[in-house]
Structures are given as structure tokens and as C-alpha cells.
């Protein structure tokens, strides 16, 4: 895409657009220059460049495409356009045909025209139902993508023996009926095929009209104009007696406006329509989501009502609710796709029922029978929390299990499961057995991990975007620096720069990194202090860096602020610490929990902090940026200085609600304590 800026206004246009304005432009100056050969030779050659950008964008996205129309008129123009290609070097000037007069050249002409309006006619009669909005299986979209593919690849087999037939009856063969004849001009056959063509147009026009609910309505204007456009253009074609008369010319106009159609409708239902359509689908996961949840929950009281009913109970003691109850456990037990258990005091299964074997692949007996213990069949790695929620139960009479984990079916397949359990209370309030029911969630953590993979990959797209603004923004102040000769001003487009630059990193960590919204801050501060380094690279060869930095992982709300303080301490120390001096240390140190082992400096020189900064312990991290340079002088007070940095500093440590500390002994070093309320 590219931008242009008109009275304020912005404007984004294609470069196929503006490739096509600027041929039609130039096409036009030929005209006018009379040179009708060479303008009929590039219009050839531009739409065949169109026909075969339409199959290259059909034929990649054949999985995608909502019916099978424009699969098949895709792949027709890969081969409309290569017969097309074969027609403009017959063209005079070209010699690449040592054929006399333009009988060849018509021949292919209509070959072209003939498989374009055939393909027209036949492409409504493979239309398939558009698929549904709602949530599909992921097989089913699967299966429906190869075919798709498979019927791709049919289509260019069947075109690919019409086409090499067609050329074999011209060039081999000969026996294609004569077109032009010198000194009479147009046979009858040729005016004739003319007409005929317009007529095939038009039946698949009316095709397309009885079809057009398979369409979106775009995609349907656009089709009917094309198909609309080429019927002009048959219909000029069939006028002219000269390739230089004005019928010709405005025939090969509509021919190109024609499959700039055709490229549009399959721009638009090959990208811009799987996007919105996948958001739609997603729309429709999210909202089928929610009904299942809804469901669960009434299924889960339901559930909860069933397991709390004691089956132990005699039949003459119950009452008539208690009977209800009964009823509404062995209809819920039947139709419930779980498996309902009872289990003794050492949780072994004493009664089991439901559809054991489909989800676990292993009989009812082999569990009864003690051949194979349910715990073995789950996960290892979920088999801890299992044996956790055993004891509570056995703790607490009055406690339910509510656990998901994995099952490990005999086939080794891996299922998510839904597990309720609690103790069965009898009169004197404990049975010592319990039951419950589990039931396969697999369906659902599948959605789930789907969602949360898409925004995951949202995230990222975003934080990749912001980066990518900033970084322009970084090279935009950079431009503008060099328009200045006055080195405070250069100084100052640099500083921001590096400010702009530390943001950007930080996007880009949490861009390329395992986690969403955290990011290792040890190994941002690494690579910040090693690019502003870079940046004052020039008599700074004897300034050394010493990093002493622990794994921290900071939320994004604390890491740029951060991030920004530490730019403008050292940027300050590599600036103004060692003025004159040929060699230095600047020291960071970040660390997580208190300073252990290091005596604190004495209150009088330390300046700039709270009174009880020292003695709060409420900070969880510090961190710490020193220098052995000049150091600050006594008389300033950094937090109340006209130094935009110092006021930076001193404004992002409220922001995060730290509290700074400043140290003028043996150089300057800056000590911030703070929390990590991002994370």
C-alpha cells in the first residue's frame, strides 16, 4: 500500500490500482501518438499479467474460497491468459510465429474467448452451499479444504487437456476453421462466433442471477459487471474490419476492465472476506462457548442434586421429594454422557455406570475387579493433585471435588476430564464411601486452548505493531536531527530518540518472549545499556560497564517506566560523569528482596528521599545505577532541577510508587526501590 496526503485527508491505494491508472494512463499516450499495434500488444500483455495474478490468488487460497465459482474461473484464466500470451506474440513486430497474415492471430483470439465464456456458463453448475457461520468441526473444515483442493487440481487437469487440444488443432493439426480471409476480410465463422460468445455471456449472466444468494452481494456486482463488460466487448469485436478502427479499441478496454473485476471479487472473497469471516466464526465459537457454559453450570447443580442423594437409604424412610429425586437419578444417569462411580473408603470403585469403556478404552470389570486402578490411568503429572483432593475428602466430610485432568486412554489417546466427587452422607452423617461423576471436557479445552492461542497471537501482533511505530518514530527524529547544525539541538532529538528507543525494546521483548505481559527485565537492561553505549560510542572506549543483575520478571506498566529512568541515568553518566577523564565504571545492579549484606550508606549523604525510605520494607526489588565520576554537585537538588532527565527520573519513580535514594559519595549512584504492580 501507499499513502498519499491530500488537503489533510489520507488515502490508501493498491499498487494493482495504481498500476492500472498509470497503463491506462500511458496507453492512452500512445493512441494519441497512433501507434494502435503497440497499444494492442500491451493491453495483451497487461491482461495477461491481471488473469494470471487472479489464478496465483485463487489457487492460494482455494482452501479458503466459501464455494467453488471462482476456484474454477481462477484456474480457466491461468489458461485464457497463456492462450492470450501466445495470441499477442503473434502480433507483428514479434515474429515469433512465421505464420502469414493474422489467421493464426484470431484463431487463438477465440480460442480465449470461447474458454472464458464456457467457463462463465459452467462455473454456476459447481456451486456448493456456503458454509455456515456456526461453529465446525475442525475435521469437517479439514475435509472441505481438501476437497477444495482436490477439485482445484481436477479443473486445471480437464483445462489443461481442452487447451493443449485447441493448440494441437491449430498449430499440429490445422483443421481449426478459417477466421480471416486476405482481401475479404472476417469469414462468417468468425462474426458468428462472435455473436455466439455474447450469447454463452449472457446465459451464464442469467445463471449467475438465479445464483446470486451463493454470493456475498459484492462479490455478485462485481461478477455481473465483468461478465456485463465482456459481452461489450464481443459485440465491438464483432464490428470492426480493421484492427485499427475505434470497435477494436474499446473492445480491448472492456476486456481489461473485465478482469480487473474479476480480480476484485477474488481480492475481496479470497482475503478481506476470510478475515471478517474468521472473526465471525471466532464470534460464533465464543457465543457457542458461553451456551456451553451456561449448560455446564445447569449441569452442574443438576449433578450436584444427584450425588448428594443417599442410594442407601431404605425405600420405606424416603419421601415423596426423596422419590422424586430418586426418579430424576437413574433418567439423569441414563441419558448423562459421564460416568457415574461410587468408591469405598480407600477410594477402589464398588459401582460404576456409564459409557466406561468409550472414554477410557478399559471395561467396567477390569475396574471393578481391581485389574486396573483408575489412578493409573491418569497423567502422572495430574496424578498429585487426585491424591490431594483423596485426602480432603477423607479430612472433611462436607468438602466436594471439583477437578479437570488428563486420562490416558488404552490406546494412549489423551482425554480432559471433568471430575465431581464428595462423601456420601447417611443418617448418622458419614458412610465412609463416596461417588460422584466424571465426563469428558476434551471438546471444550480444545476451544479453549484455541482462543487463547489466537490472543495470544493478537497480543503479540499488537506489542509487533507498537514496536514498529516506535521505531519509526525513532528514525523520523533522527532525520529531523540532521537538519540542525546546533549540537544542543542535535543532543536533545538524540535523548528522545533514546527514550522513544527503550519503549520500543521493551515491546519488541514481549513480542519475540514466552509471556504476554511480563518480560525478563535483566536481559532488556542488557541489551538497553549495550545500545546507548553504541549511541555515545565516540571517546567513551575507556568507560566500562559492570551489569549485576538477578532474573527479575516485570509487568509492562512497571518495565517502561523503568526502563525510561534507567535511559536517562546512564545516558547522564556517559554525558557528563566523565568529562575529561579517559576512563570510569558505570555500575547497575538489579536486585530481587533486600540488600543482603550491604550496609546501607549514612543518612547524611544520602539526599532526595523519603524520611522513611530507608526503613520501609515494602519494596520487593531494587535497583541501583552508579557511576565513579564527577558526581552530582552538593548544591543541586536533582528532583527540583530544570534537567528534563532528573525531572523524568524523578516523575517515573512516583509513577511506579518507589522511592529513590541519591549516594554523592565516590561518584553519583542512584538507588530505586519499588514493586512489581504490572506483573
Request: charge should be negative.
Amino acid at each position: 500500500m501507499y499513502i498519499s496526503y491530500i488537503n489533510g485527508n489520507t488515502f490508501k491505494v493498491s499498487f494493482y490500482e495504481a498500476a492500472v491508472w498509470i497503463a491506462i494512463t500511458g496507453l492512452l499516450y500512445l493512441i494519441s501518438l497512433g501507434n494502435y499495434l503497440l497499444f494492442h500488444t500491451l493491453v495483451e500483455l497487461f491482461s495477461v499479467y491481471v488473469a494470471y495474478v487472479i489464478f496465483l490468488i485463487v489457487w492460494k487460497s482455494r482452501a479458503r474460497l466459501e464455494n467453488r465459482y471462482l476456484i474454477l474461473i481462477g484456474v480457466a484464466f491461468f489458461f485464457i491468459g497463456s492462450i492470450d500470451f501466445l495470441h499477442a506474440l503473434t502480433f507483428r513486430g514479434m515474429e515469433v510465429f512465421r505464420v502469414p497474415g493474422i489467421n493464426l492471430t484470431i484463431r487463438l483470439w477465440l480460442v480465449a474467448r470461447y474458454l472464458e465464456a464456457i467457463s462463465f456458463l459452467i462455473a454456476p453448475l459447481f456451486l456448493i452451499s456456503n458454509r455456515g457461520p456456526g461453529m465446525k468441526e475442525a475435521e469437517n473444515r479439514y475435509r472441505e479444504s481438501l476437497e477444495d483442493s482436490a477439485f482445484a487440481w481436477k479443473v486445471f487437469l480437464v483445462y489443461s487437456v481442452i487447451t493443449i487440444s485447441c493448440l494441437l488443432s491449430i498449430f499440429v493439426f490445422k483443421n481449426f476453421p478459417v477466421v480471416y480471409i486476405e482481401g475479404s476480410g472476417l469469414t462468417l465463422f468468425k462474426i458468428l462466433s462472435e455473436y455466439l460468445i455474447s450469447f454463452i455471456l449472457l446465459c451464464s449472466l442469467f445463471l449467475l442471477y438465479i445464483n446470486r444468494d451463493r454470493f456475498e452481494d459484492k462479490v455478485f456486482r462485481l461478477l455481473a459487471a465483468s461478465i456485463i463488460l465482456t459481452i461489450f466487448g464481443e459485440l465491438s469485436f464483432a464490428l470492426y474490419a480493421h484492427v485499427d478502427e475505434f470497435p477494436n479499441l474499446i473492445g480491448h478496454y472492456f476486456k481489461l476492465l473485465s478482469f480487473y473485476l474479476i480480480y476484485e471479487a477474488v481480492v475481496y472473497l479470497g482475503f478481506e472476506e476470510p478475515c471478517s469471516l474468521l472473526f465471525r466464526e471466532l464470534k460464533h465459537r465464543e457465543e457457542d462457548f458461553r451456551q456451553k457454559a451456561i449448560f455446564l453450570g445447569d449441569e452442574y447443580n443438576h449433578i450436584c442434586r444427584m450425588i448428594g442423594v443417599n442410594r442407601d437409604s431404605e425405600q420405606k424412610n424416603k419421601s415423596p421429594s426423596e422419590d422424586k429425586d430418586q426418579e430424576g437419578y437413574h433418567s439423569f444417569s441414563q441419558h448423562f454422557p459421564g460416568i457415574g462411580f461410587q468408591l469405598d473408603e480407600n477410594f477402589l470403585p464398588v459401582f460404576i455406570q456409564g459409557p466406561v469403556e468409550e472414554m477410557t478404552g478399559y471395561g467396567k470389570e477390569e475396574l471393578l475387579s481391581g485389574k486396573m486402578n483408575f489412578l493409573e490411568i491418569i497423567v502422572p503429572e495430574d496424578q498429585l493433585s487426585i491424591l490431594e483432593n483423596q485426602r480432603k475428602l477423607k479430612s472433611n466430610p462436607k468438602f466436594v471435588v471439583e477437578n479437570e485432568f488428563r486420562i490416558r486412554k488404552k490406546n494412549g489417546e489423551i482425554k480432559w476430564v471433568r471430575e465431581i466427587t464428595r462423601k456420601i452422607q447417611d443418617r448418622s452423617g458419614d458412610s465412609g464411601n463416596f461417588q460422584g461423576l466424571v465426563y469428558d471436557i476434551t471438546e471444550r479445552k480444545m476451544a479453549e486452548e484455541a482462543l487463547e492461542k489466537i490472543d495470544r497471537i493478537r497480543v503479540k501482533e499488537v506489542h509487533h505493531r507498537i514496536k514498529n511505530n516506535l521505531q519509526v518514530i525513532s528514525s523520523l527524529l533522527s532525520l529531523q536531527a540532521e537538519k540542525f547544525e546546533d549540537k544542543e539541538v542535535i543532543e536533545a532529538f538524540r535523548e528522545s530518540q533514546n527514550r522513544v528507543t527503550s519503549i520500543a525494546m521493551i515491546h519488541e521483548e514481549l513480542h519475540g518472549g514466552k509471556s504476554l505481559d511480563t518480560l525478563d527485565f535483566a536481559d532488556y537492561l542488557q541489551k538497553l545499556t549495550a545500545d546507548l553505549f553504541s549511541s555515545y560510542r565516540v571517546g567513551k572506549d575507556g568507560i566500562n560497564l559492570k551489569l549485576e543483575l538477578e532474573d527479575v520478571w516485570l509487568g509492562m506498566d512497571t518495565a517502561i517506566p523503568l526502563g525510561i529512568i534507567v535511559n536517562e541515568m546512564v545516558s547522564n553518566s556517559l554525558k557528563h560523569a566523565f568529562s575529561g577523564k579517559s576512563d570510569g565504571e558505570i555500575r547497575i545492579s538489579l536486585r530481587n528482596g533486600e540488600m543482603n549484606g550491604e550496609n546501607p550508606a549514612p543518612k547524611d549523604e544520602i539526599s532526595g528521599s523519603d524520611p522513611d525510605c530507608l526503613e520501609n520494607n515494602r519494596f520487593h526489588y531494587i535497583l541501583i545505577v552508579a557511576d565513579n565520576g564527577k558526581g552530582i554537585p552538593e548544591e543541586m537538588d536533582f528532583q527540583t532541577t530544570d534537567s528534563l532527565g532528573l525531572q523524568l527520573i524523578t516523575i517515573l519513580v512516583e509513577q511506579i510508587d518507589g522511592c529513590i535514594e541519591l549516594n554523592r559519595d565516590q561518584g553519583t549512584e542512584f538507588t530505586i526501590r519499588f514493586n512489581n504492580e504490572g506483573k
